[in-house]
C-alpha cells in the first residue's frame, strides 16, 4: 500500500535519511521502526505525511505518487495518512474543548454533515475508550493518557488508511502505555488500519509489528520479521541494541557490548557507518559501505552478519 | 554512613504531597524508589536533599544522615553538605550544567569550594574523568557540546571527586537512548562497588531498578505502598498495584500479541 523507495532526507549539512526503502501493507498490519536519537526515524515519519521535504526519493500510496500530487489527490492523501505525536500537548489546543477539536477535523475534510457531528464525536470518543461527556472538557481536565486517547479519535475521525505513529506511548506512564498500546491494537483489527509505528521500545514494537527495520544513522541496517530481528538479530548494532534493554529479574548491569556514543551524523564515519562503535569490525568495514541483503531470513547490511548470527547461535548453545 | 528518613511530609499549600513514613539507606546500598507520574517520588528525593523548601514546598518530618537533622539545616550550613556528602544527578544532564561556563570551571570550582587547593580540584577532577572512561579533554568543552551520556558522567564523576557518600538520582537514565543507559549504569554499579556510595535511585523503570537496587520502595499518591528486597519484591509483590505496574512492563520475546 505504502512505498516508500531511496528515500533522502537533509537537514543543512546532516543527511537525516539516507537511501531508506521501506513498504507498508494493507491493514491490518504493523510496520516499526526503531532505533537511538538521531537515528532518522522521525524524519522518515515526517516525510511520510510531508512535514518534511525530501531531498529525493519517491512515496507511493497505492500508485498515487505522494510528493508530486496536487490539488484533489494531495487532499485525499492527506486523509488517508494521519500521524500521532509523542507528546498528545503540542496537537492539542489548551483553549479548545475536545468536541471542538475533533469537530475542526470532521469539518476540514467534510467528513459528515453538521447535523450528524455531535453523534460522530460520541462515537469517535466511545471507539477510544472515552465517555459522550468527555466531549465538553479542555485538554488540561484530562489525564496524558486521555489526551492521547483524543489525539487518536481525531485521526481515526478522518477514516485514514494508514496511522503514523511516532513514539505514541513514550510520554506515558507503564500502566497508561499499556492500555493505549491495547486500544492500538484493537483499533487495528476494528478497522483494518495499517501503521507505521516509530518506538526506541523494541518491546512495543515486538507487540504491535509484524514487520521491523531497525535504523543507525539514517540508514536502515537490518529489516525483516519483528519477530525474528528483535528475537535473533544479525547485525551488530541491533544486537547491541537489544543486549541493552533492560529486562526484569536480571542482574544489571550487563557488559557493554558497544561504546555508547554515537557518531556525529554530519560527518559519519567511512564504510559501514556502525564500525567504530562495532566489536566485530575488521579493514573491510572501515572502507567498504555494506549494502542490505539476505542473511538467515532477513536483511541485513553488514559484512559479518554471517559471524555474528553464528556467534549467537553458539553463545545460545552454551547455555543450554 | 546513614541516612534515615521519619514520618517525612510535602505539602505544596494545603496539599500534601509526600507521605513517607520510613526511609533507610546505608552505606554501599541502592534503593530504588519507584512510582508513576505524580507518585511523590522525586519531591521525597528533592526534600531529602533540601531543595523542597525552594521550590515552594513545607517539609515536615525527619531526615537525618549520621543522627544530624538535615530538615532544620540553615541555608549555608546545607552548602557544606550538599555536593559533598549527599550529590544529586537529574534527568537532564546537559539542562543541569550551567550553559556558559566550561564543564571543567565549574567542576574544579566546586571542588574548591569544599576545601581544595587549585591545583589539587583539577588533578582529582581528571582522575574522576578518568573513573567514569572519559578524556579530561571534556572539561574544556561547555554543555553544550557533550552528549546526554557525557554530561551524566561527569555529573557521575562530580560525586566521585567530592567523595560524596550519598548520591540522589533522579530519572538519571530516562532521557537517554538505551546503550547509553547500559554505560551509566555501569558507572553507577561501580560507584557503589569501588567508592562505597549509597545511591537513592528515583525510576519510572522496573527493569532497571530489578536489575541495579538492593531494595526497593514502590510510592503511589506520596505514600509508599509496598517495599522491601527488590527481588523478592518484583517476583513475588504482594501489593495490587505493584502487580499492576509489573504487568503493564512490556517484555521482549513474550508478544502477547494483536496479531498472535
Known amino acids: 500500500m505504502l512505498e516508500v523507495r531511496d528515500l533522502v532526507v537533509r537537514y543543512g549539512p546532516v543527511v537525516a535519511v539516507d537511501g531508506v526503502s521501506l513498504s507498508v501493507p494493507k491493514g491490518p498490519a504493523g510496520f516499526g521502526l526503531v532505533g537511538e536519537s538521531g537515528s532518522g526515524k522521525t524524519t522518515i515519519g515526517r516525510a511520510i505525511v510531508k512535514l518534511v521535504e525530501p531531498e529525493s526519493g519517491s512515496i507511493e500510496l497505492d500508485g498515487l505518487d505522494v510528493l508530486g500530487a496536487r490539488g484533489g489527490d494531495l487532499k485525499r492523501y492527506r486523509k488517508g495518512v494521519q500521524i500521532i505525536f509523542q507528546d498528545p500537548d503540542s496537537t492539542l489546543d489548551p483553549r479548545m474543548r475536545v468536541r471542538g477539536a475533533i469537530t475542526e477535523v470532521l469539518r476540514a475534510h467534510g467528513a459528515v454533515p453538521r447535523a450528524g457531528e455531535a453523534a460522530r464525536v460520541t462515537e469517535l470518543l466511545e471507539q477510544v475508550g472515552l465517555q459522550a461527556d468527555h466531549a465538553d472538557r479542555l485538554p488540561h481536565q484530562l489525564s496524558g493518557g486521555q489526551r492521547q486517547r483524543v489525539s487518536i479519535a481525531r485521526a481515526l475521525a478522518v477514516e485514514p488508511e494508514l496511522l503514523v505513529l511516532d513514539e505514541p506511548t513514550s510520554a506515558l506512564d507503564v500502566t497508561v502505555q499499556a492500555r493505549v498500546l491495547e486500544l492500538i491494537a484493537r483499533l487495528r483489527e476494528e478497522r483494518s488500519l495499517a501503521y507505521l509505528l516509530i518506538s526506541h521500545n523494541l518491546a512495543v514494537v515486538e507487540q504491535l509489528c509484524e514487520q521491523v527495520a531497525v535504523l543507525y544513522l539514517g540508514r536502515i541496517v537490518e529489516q525483516g520479521a519483528a519477530a525474528l530481528v528483535l528475537s535473533q538479530p544479525a547485525h551488530p548494532y541491533s544486537r547491541a541494541l537489544r543486549a541493552a534493554v533492560p529486562e526484569l529479574s536480571e542482574q544489571l548491569p550487563r557488559p557493554a557490548t558497544t561504546r555508547a556514543d554515537p557518531p556525529d551524523p554530519a560527518s559519519p564515519p567511512s564504510g559501514c557507518p556502525f564500525h567504530p562503535r562495532c566489536p566485530l569490525a575488521i579493514d573491510r568495514c572501515r572502507q567498504e559501505e555494506p549494502q542490505l541483503r539476505e542473511v538467515a531470513g532477513r536483511m541485513a547490511a553488514c559484512h559479518r552478519a554471517e559471524d555474528a548470527v553464528r556467534g549467537q547461535s553458539e553463545a545460545s548453545d552454551q547455555r543450554s | ?260
Open chain 2, 1 to 260: 554512613m546513614k541516612l534515615e528518613v521519619r514520618d517525612l511530609g510535602v505539602w505544596f499549600a494545603d496539599r500534601r504531597v509526600v507521605e513517607v513514613d520510613s526511609l533507610e539507606l546505608d552505606r554501599g546500598e541502592t534503593l530504588g524508589l519507584v512510582g508513576e507520574t505524580g507518585s511523590g517520588k522525586s519531591m521525597t528525593a528533592y526534600a531529602i536533599a533540601g531543595l523542597a523548601p525552594g521550590m515552594g514546598a513545607r517539609v515536615e518530618g525527619s531526615v537525618q544522615l549520621d543522627g544530624r537533622e538535615l530538615t532544620t539545616l540553615s541555608q549555608g550550613a546545607w552548602r557544606d553538605i550538599r555536593g559533598r556528602r549527599i550529590a544529586m544527578i537529574f534527568q537532564a544532564p546537559i539542562s543541569s550544567l550551567n550553559p556558559v561556563f566550561r564543564t571543567g570551571d565549574v567542576f574544579t570550582r566546586a571542588l574548591q569550594l569544599h576545601g581544595a587547593s587549585k591545583a589539587e580540584a583539577r588533578t582529582r577532577a581528571a582522575e574522576a574523568m578518568r573513573s567514569v572512561s572519559l578524556s579530561p579533554d571534556l572539561l574544556r568543552r561547555y554543555p553544550h557540546q557533550l552528549s546526554g551520556g557525557q554530561a551524566q558522567r561527569i555529573a557521575i564523576a562530580q560525586a566521585i571527586a567530592l567523595r560524596a557518600e550519598v548520591l540522589i538520582a533522579d530519572e538519571p537514565t530516562s532521557a537517554l537512548d538505551v546503550t547509553v543507559q547500559a554505560e551509566i549504569l555501569e558507572q553507577l554499579q561501580k560507584l557503589r562497588t569501588e567508592e562505597g556510595i549509597a545511591t537513592l535511585f528515583i525510576s519510572h523503570d522496573l527493569a532497571v531498578v530489578s536489575g541495579l537496587c538492593d531494595r526497593v520502595a514502590i510510592m503511589r499518591d506520596g505514600r509508599i505502598v509496598e517495599r522491601g528486597p527488590v527481588r523478592e519484591t518484583l517476583t513475588s509483590p504482594q501489593h495490587a498495584y505493584t502487580r499492576e505496574l509489573l504487568a503493564a512492563v512490556p517484555r521482549l520475546g513474550e508478544a502477547g500479541s494483536a496479531h498472535a
